[in-house]
């Protein structure tokens, strides 16, 4: 017992640095963001005023706020099943015995290490540019007209153009996820089956999908974080200031809140829009594990 | 034991002797300073030799300056929410009235306006360009925000490119038309290049229209109406009109809807398209991409037919310093901020960063001639984005910006424009 209850304490001990600093910067400012979220102040001056919900039944009329919510669930779904489908394909075509495997491993993660402001500027300014984009030239070099004189980047298309960049440079990192769940796999499995006669896709859904399923919950809820949080690639992606249709959530928050350009201070009305993102985070963390039954094999 | 006394003594001794001296020669006051400029900015380097100059007149004054960046409020709102002290902000006016000024956290500056400059020949208030200093002064006029660095907003172009086409520049809304179709139809050139991925660019045509067509003021009077009806005035929707004519004329350059900053400017620089409407920041922006023979040339806004506002009808927003007033070096900041605006400092300021300043006596930049003459012989002065996101930063971007975006990307049409200000100005208002 004595032994039992001194582990006890070492345990605490060597967790306190670690706890302390998770409560003072996790822990603190999230409940200190919904004490403000109830407060209308701009941040600067020490007068704040108690407005109940005021600022949570803001957002729910303001068309800003919500279409900045439409982004933020448009990247969580469809960039999600862009990366995760493009990660599979990858992952089955890296796994085929393909030769030069990591090579081709290697320069799909590489985008994944590029600092997204980098990948802004060189996207916007030398790829989609419709004048001097490398994408439109290539277009008008194949004599695909309708396509070289696209606007990838006008107020209609941006969105997708950027979403397509985002699931380019994050598909690397899942595909890593994917295959270390993928190569664990034992290959005998896959030759019972082939003799079988099952064919790619059966054993791709009976056999790969249920046996990496620990790994892929763990993906999906990697990307449902940060897609929900996404802020710099969008944010820099215009430059100096995003364009509307780029606003996520996040960069909505930063804008009422900092006075981005701007002088709108609303750090009270920010802070609303910060818990409703993190219930978002909560929300969508929740419903991936309950969508995704856990099961153990054992093999 | 003898030894450790006199050791003791001897530093008794120096400590005394360090305590005397300090009182002797005076008391170090440090003013922390944040600045909007980045410390590789020409402006920055100006800002150094202010400060390296002072500390030569005044030695016991620290100048403790940051080099922000644009976001540098952002920045200080974090440091001063810390603890950490900051005394002096510097940073664009409108900027600084809506998060100091208007909060009643800046240091009121009247009183010291009102006693001589740095240099003791009349008072500091006098120093500035008529109008500056109250620009941006709370509604019962009290200063707070000592201005600086002048900024306008016109036509930029290459002044040989145009001689050598035998362009002019146009003073009306008539002759600019014409002129864009000559440059388009004449030369491989585009008449204008823009930036349609920046919405606060794009709205510099819609203030300069409105301008031009009604005076100064009738933006943010239509954005004050609880009723949204005076956006039915019928020059608001010609202001549109205008605009999506550029388009459809094929006058502002292809592919610029799908320009992200700083793509469209660069066309500019690099002699695909005639000018460009833009601050006077642009030249500064651009001094390392044009080539060595190209010679800045800029002009105002033309007059429209019909309108009210003359061409003579001058933007002047500027860049200032305001102090915070739980400073406790208040007389000091003063002082400081006077030697910072005395003419040969700011010229050093203008020398460097290509910039216009608020202090009279100083000179133009050359690349700013054009519109440094026009603010000279300027009648009246009115405040960029017709101080409207001064006023109402929040109306201004997710209201106006927003549907003005739409209507000058041709998304939606002046009517659909108009009834959009109409029905969300009254739901803004509603919500107050």
Request: glycine content about 8%; hydrophobic content about 45%.
């Amino acid at each position: 017992m004595k032994m039992e209850k001194r582990r006890a304490y070492s345990a605490w001990i060597f967790l306190a640095p670690s706890l302390i600093l998770y409560l003072y910067l996790f822990v603190y400012p999230t409940i200190e963001a919904f004490r403000v979220s109830f407060y209308k102040w701009s941040g600067f001056a020490a007068n704040m005023e108690f407005v109940g919900f005021d600022n949570f039944l803001k957002l729910i009329t303001d068309t800003s706020f919500l279409e900045a919510l439409k982004n933020t669930l448009l990247l969580l779904t469809v960039g999600g099943m862009g990366s995760f489908l493009l990660a599979f394909i990858f992952s089955y075509l890296l796994g085929s015995g393909i030769r030069g495997k990591k090579v081709y491993r290697t320069i799909i993660f590489f985008p994944f290490i590029v600092a997204p402001v980098v990948l802004s500027i060189y996207w916007s300014l030398l790829v989609y540019n419709p004048r001097v984009g490398i994408l439109p030239q290539l277009l008008k070099l194949l004599h695909i007209e309708v396509l070289s004189e696209f606007l990838f980047t006008d107020m209609s298309h941006i969105f997708w153009s950027v979403l397509f960049i985002v699931i380019w440079s994050k598909v690397g990192f899942y595909l890593i996820l994917l295959m270390a769940g993928i190569e664990r796999i034992p290959p005998y499995l896959y030759e019972a089956a082939r003799l079988e006669g099952a064919n790619e896709l059966q054993m791709f859904f009976k056999i790969t999908l249920p046996l990496i399923k620990e790994v892929l919950v763990i993906a999906i809820i990697f990307w449902g974080i940060h897609a929900v949080k996404m802020f710099e690639l969008f944010y820099a992606f215009g430059g100096i200031f995003p364009p509307r249709a780029l606003w996520t959530n996040a960069i909505y928050l930063y804008i009422m809140g900092f006075g981005k350009r701007d002088p709108i201070f609303q750090l009270g009305y920010a802070s609303a829009i910060g818990v409703v993102t993190l219930l978002l985070v909560i929300i969508v963390s929740f419903i991936i594990r309950k969508s995704i039954k856990r099961e153990i094999y054992e093999y | 034991m003898k030894k450790l006394f006199f050791w003791l003594v001897i530093v008794a001794l120096t400590v005394s002797a360090t305590l005397v001296v300090g009182a002797a020669i005076g008391e170090t006051k440090t003013i922390v300073f944040w600045s909007m400029y980045n410390e590789q900015e020409p402006a920055a380097s100006a800002i150094k030799t202010w400060i390296k100059e002072y500390k030569k007149i005044k030695p016991e004054i620290n100048i403790d300056v940051t080099f922000a960046g644009r976001e540098v409020v952002t920045k200080v709102m974090a440091a001063r929410g810390g603890g950490v002290v900051v005394d002096l902000l510097g940073m664009e006016g409108f900027v600084l009235r809506a998060s100091l000024v208007l909060e009643g956290i800046s240091l009121v500056m009247d009183e010291a306006l009102d006693k001589p400059g740095f240099e003791g020949e009349g008072l500091w208030r006098d120093s500035f360009l008529p109008g500056t200093v109250e620009q941006y002064a709370t509604d019962d006029g009290k200063v707070s925000i000592i201005p600086f660095n002048l900024h306008s907003n016109g036509f930029f172009y290459d002044k040989k490119l145009w001689q050598d086409n035998g362009w002019a520049v146009p003073k009306t809304w008539d002759e600019f038309l014409a002129l864009c179709e000559t440059i388009k139809t004449t030369s491989d050139i585009a008449p204008i290049a823009h930036d349609c991925g920046l919405d606060f660019y794009n709205d510099m045509w819609n203030y300069q229209i409105m301008e031009r067509l009604k005076g100064p003021g009738a933006l943010l009077s239509a954005a004050e109406d609880k009723t949204g009806e005076s956006w039915g005035d019928p020059a608001f929707k010609k202001a549109i009109e205008i605009e999506q004519e550029l388009f459809d004329k094929g006058y502002i350059i292809e592919g610029c809807k799908g320009f992200t900053w700083p793509a469209g400017q660069g066309f500019l620089a690099s002699g695909e398209a005639a000018m460009n409407l833009n601050g006077t920041w642009l030249p500064n922006e651009l001094r390392n991409q044009v080539s060595e023979d190209f010679e800045w040339g800029s002009f105002p806004f033309p007059e429209i037919a019909g309108g009210v506002g003359k061409i003579s009808d001058m933007e002047s927003s500027l860049n200032g310093f305001a102090a915070f007033n739980d400073t406790k070096v208040g007389p000091e900041i003063v002082d400081f901020l006077k030697f910072c605006t005395t003419v040969d400092n700011q010229q050093i300021f203008v020398d460097g960063s290509w910039n216009m300043s608020a202090v009279l006596g100083t000179d133009v930049p050359t690349a700013l001639e054009g519109l440094g003459q026009a603010l000279e012989e300027a009648e009246v002065l009115f405040d960029r984005h017709d101080g409207l996101a001064a006023a109402y930063p929040e109306y201004y971007k997710n209201i106006y910006l927003k549907n003005h975006d739409l209507a000058f990307l041709g998304e939606i049409t002046p009517d659909e424009y108009i009834k959009l200000m109409k029905e969300e100005t009254i739901r803004y208002w509603e919500k107050q």
